[in-house]
């Protein structure tokens, strides 16, 4: 069997050493992938995740058996309708249904014609009318752009005028482009997050184990906003109360509606949450695996990745196997200097080879034939321990052993989900 993955983060090297365990794959292909995959999967670094073109032109010519689309663009933009087009089938959701992601108008419109619980919140596509509103509104309040802004197009403004200027950035001087020409001001909700990913071939939804990202980019919830800077799973706030609530309110009310608005989601649809005084509400629909979240999901999953996958695009998810370890893992993302924001790369990756298959590699390239770093987020050390705290200890524990110049991560990582471990 030869599969293709499309992205090259962190996240795609989770997924293919995870497909890798399937001994019936016979290669995997890695479009582009990088250079510290290049053990994992064959490169294909010419073309990039947003080739579709290029992607379709190379799954024809090498016979490709099934592929991945793992990053939000190309999912959005049709790559996998183009793929299915010629006759190939697909881990991920259609053009169409990757809107519950793609267009935060979509998404609250869908949450509120079927009832799931989110945020209160209100549509604008002139500035003016926008300013308006906003001059009565509830503070704090949310504004988020319409369309995908690299995970950056959310502002949480805590006084009047911060909303006032979010609102001219995005409507008037156009920061996030196109995607800031409709935006939405949403209610400021209250309580901890948490990710669930989940599978669904479009009318079975099988959430995974839970996970906590860590988005800012400093210890304590400080800093600026980032892809993620590390993850744990399980999160304490997910109990099994929660979930209950979340699979009769959520997640079954979510896939029904995509089926009954003539979208069925096939593939990962991942539900950002917040635990309310007032019960779980969706903060945002993601229609594809986060990252980091895969790098520490993954590792727990027992059952076979590419079969479950499969089961997502041919209707036999009620008759897989998903299971998870009962078991904890922790994800630290090592960072360049300065991320998200300036950052130097190109310095020399070293790494003990003990700690190595730890390890999911995403911002670095090959110079000279050595590994150097290339980007915000470089990579994450991960490991999976009987309890959270022997995760995380064992994640830092690993750390250690990967040097690089510039090197800059969170040391708080899975603290707050500990501290939520003692209070229950
Ligand atoms: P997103 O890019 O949609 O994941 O949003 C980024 C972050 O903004 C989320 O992880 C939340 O922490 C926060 N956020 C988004 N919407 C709200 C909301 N309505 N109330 C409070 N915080 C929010
Ligand atoms: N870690 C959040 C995301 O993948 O969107």
């Known amino acids: 069997m030869k599969i293709m ?43 990039g995740a947003k080739d579709i073109e290029k992607q379709v032109k190379f799954a024809t010519e090498k016979g490709i058996d099934f592929a991945v689309v793992a990053p939000d663009d190309p999912l959005a933009m049709g ?28 998404a609250k419109d869908l949450m509120k014609k079927y009832g799931i619980p989110t945020a209160k919140y209100e549509v604008f596509t002139e500035s003016d009318k926008a300013l308006a509103y906003l001059e009565n509104a509830p503070i704090p309040t949310v504004i988020k752009a319409d369309g995908l802004a690299l995970g950056k197009g959310v502002i949480i403004a805590m006084t009047r005028e911060d909303a006032m200027t979010a609102v001219k950035e995005m409507m008037q001087d156009k920061v996030f482009g196109e995607s800031g020409s409709r935006i939405v001001i949403e ?29 800012r980019a400093h210890d304590n919830d400080e800093g600026l906003n980032t892809g993620g800077m590390g993850t744990i799973a399980p999160n304490p706030y997910y109990t099994d109360a929660v979930a209950e609530r979340c699979m009769n309110e959520i997640f079954l009310p979510t896939i029904r509606a995509m089926e009954k608005e003539g979208c069925p989601f096939k593939g990962c649809l991942y539900f950002g949450l ?15 695996f986060g990252d980091p979240e895969t790098q520490v999901v993954l590792p727990l999953l027992r059952s076979d990745l590419y079969t479950i996958m499969r089961a997502t695009e041919n209707g036999t998810l009620a008759e897989t196997k998903v299971e998870f370890a009962k078991e904890s893992c922790c994800c630290v ?12 790369k190109g310095f020399a990756i070293e790494m003990e080879p003990a700690v190595a298959p730890y390890v999911y590699v995403a911002g670095v390239a090959n110079k000279d034939g050595k ?54």
Do not use: W
């Open 5 to 47: 993955v499309v992205g090259g983060g962190g996240r795609e090297h989770a997924i293919i050493r995870k497909l890798k365990e399937n001994k019936e794959i016979e290669v995997i292909y890695a479009l582009p992938g990088n250079a510290g995959m290049a053990e994992d999967a064959v490169l294909v670094p010419e073309i």
């Open 79 to 106: 790559a996998v309708d183009a793929l299915n087009a010629v006759g190939i089938p697909c881990f991920g959701p259609n053009a169409t249904a990757a809107r519950i992601e793609s267009s935060k108008v979509f």
């Open 187 to 215: 209610e400021f909700l209250e309580g901890p997050e948490v990710s669930v990913l989940s599978f669904t071939d479009g009318k079975t939804v099988v959430p995974m184990i839970s996970s906590m990202d860590h988005k």
């Open 274 to 288: 917040m635990i309310t005084g007032d019960g779980p509400k969706v903060i945002e629909y993601n229609c594809r």
């Open 333 to 344: 993302i090592m960072a360049s200097k300065g991320y998200p924001e300036k950052y130097e």
């Open 371 to 424: 590994l150097v770093t290339n980007g915000g987020r470089v990579l994450g050390v991960t490991a999976t321990a009987k309890t959270l705290e022997e995760a995380i200890a064992t994640a830092y524990d690993r750390v250690k052993s990967v040097h690089f110049e510039n090197a800059y991560y969170r040391s708080d990582i899975g603290q707050k989900a500990l501290r939520a471990n003692k209070e229950s």
